[in-house]
Antibody, heavy 121, light 108 residues
Framework: EVHLLESGGGLVQPGGSLRLSCAAS????????MTWVRQAPGKGLEWVSA????????YYADSVKGRFTISRDNSKNTLSLQMNSLRAEDTAVYYC??????????????WGQGTLVTVSS | EIVMTQSPATLSVSPGERATLSCRAS??????LAWYQQKPGQAPRLLIY???TRATGIPARFSGSGSGTEFTLTISSLQSEDFAIYYC??????????FGGGTKVEIK
């Protein structure tokens, strides 16, 4: 059974940093692209960043480019999102999601339960 | 960036009735469109991919249609567990992957 478990969320001041992690199990982690999707309170879904199965290709939304860094450790089945220079508008539940593809981006057949990031002074 | 527009924002439907949700792309996405269902406090769940293929375990009352720029999700006979928010997502042109703003299906 596929399982994705996010961690690392919390309250952080504007300009601060936070690192999210997603522990994956139940599938061959290195064979699939992984994505972070966020959802601001009461709002819709926003794609944030993705990484290919090998980790060789990374992609970012313009809203986070230059501030966020996605990475993965295929030996530990872990996906990460390093978030720097956080802003109030980054406040959201962050979901990690498993893509159906390996080197390209498609759609997501499994999602974690999410971790809440709150950026506030 | 491809903009996805969903309508209506809210759909009020009685149990047992049919619900028809629309999703429009700002340019053609071929059939590279997925639909998700999200209930309060839960993660989204994949319903449809390839515009019309049901994901594993999704009941037959959910169907998707369309291609190019116009897509429809139909729920043939609404059950109590179907009241939720539905999102479309294109994966034809990326980055970025883009979602629609969602349609909330509520009890009439």
């Amino acid at each position: 059974e596929v399982h994705l478990l996010e961690s690392g969320g919390g309250l952080v001041q504007p300009g601060g940093s936070l690192r999210l992690s997603c522990a994956a199990s139940g599938f061959t982690f290195s064979s699939y692209s992984m994505t972070w999707v966020r959802q601001a309170p009461g709002k819709g879904l926003e794609w944030v960043s993705a990484i290919s199965g090998s980790g060789g290709s990374t992609y970012y939304a313009d809203s986070v480019k230059g501030r966020f860094t996605i990475s993965r450790d295929n030996s530990k089945n872990t996906l990460s999102l390093q978030m720097n220079s956080l802003r109030a508008e980054d406040t959201a539940v962050y979901y990690c999601a498993k893509d159906v593809g390996s080197n390209y981006l498609y759609y997501f057949n499994y999602w974690g339960q999410g971790t809440l990031v709150t950026v506030s002074s | 960036e491809i903009v996805m527009t969903q309508s209506p924002a809210t759909l009020s439907v009685s149990p047992g009735e049919r619900a028809t949700l629309s999703c429009r792309a700002s340019q053609s996405v071929s059939s590279n469109l997925a639909w998700y269902q999200q209930k309060p406090g839960q993660a989204p769940r994949l319903l449809i991919y390839g515009a019309s293929t049901r994901a594993t375990g999704i009941p037959a009352r959910f169907s998707g249609s369309g291609s190019g720029t116009e897509f429809t999700l139909t729920i043939s006979s609404l059950q109590s567990e179907d009241f939720a928010i539905y999102y479309c997502q294109q994966y034809n042109n990326w980055p970025p992957l883009t979602f629609g703003g969602g349609t909330k299906v509520e009890i009439k």
